[in-house]
């Protein structure tokens, strides 16, 4: 049976991170223009494909947008809004989180907060490590925030509460991996050593077994990609296709991910308290 009343859950999510992508990895990228060119690409070009792609089928998505991002394209915000997409948080600079001070982190936290506040009108309801890292006050923020989800971990193919210092809390995990993100696939970069562009109907054929097993065991899945790798011309065919791949499965629901962990927490929680 589903967890949901709405069928299976497919969460299509995007971390725009722009020209966050390098000057996280190193603050004096800024002085690289070519580099940051191809994290402008996010929000000229690859941003405004993936969100024709989405109208297309009516879908709803989340996007996880550093505060800088949000900050420096009103105008991204403002239409993704206008599409029905939520905005949820990925840090304010993209900074990788085993790399600051707890005074940092809190910064971080903090800055991209009030910067979707005053964006959205609305504090964002989820968040997402910038580099796939966290430390244990970082756990603690996720819960001083009030986020009611995390996607963030790697261990699961169903989704849970997490445990925040040993208590089940009732934010919603919404764990992916990856396999399921587009990064490994198509981030190509001179300074990325060892990295080979994969062709995309290798990546359809991936991701669509992924959804045929995961969908059979009646689990959940998310798809993390970036604008500026899936809003590449072929990358914008591997996602409409393998939308119309995921119509073709019975009681999918592709939602944002706000939307998936209210309807998901009931369960978890009556399936944590049977357990008890
Ligand atoms: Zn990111």
Redesign the pocket.
Known sequence: MSLTPHGFPLLLTF?L?CETMWTARDPEAHKRPILMSQGAYGWKVGVWRVMDVLRRYGLRSTFFVPGQVVEAHPEVIEALLKDGHEIAH?SHT?RWIVTLTPEEELEEMEKAQAAIIKATGEAPRGWRS?AAEVTPYTMDLIKQFGFGYSSNFFDDDSPYLLRIRDEVSDVVELPFRYINTDSPYFQFSKILPGRTITSPPQVLDTWSWELDTLHAEDRLMVLACHPEFIGQPSGAILLDRFIQHALTKPRIWIDRCDRVAEALRPALQAKLGAAA
Do not use: R
């Open positions: 971390d991170d990925h993209h910038p």
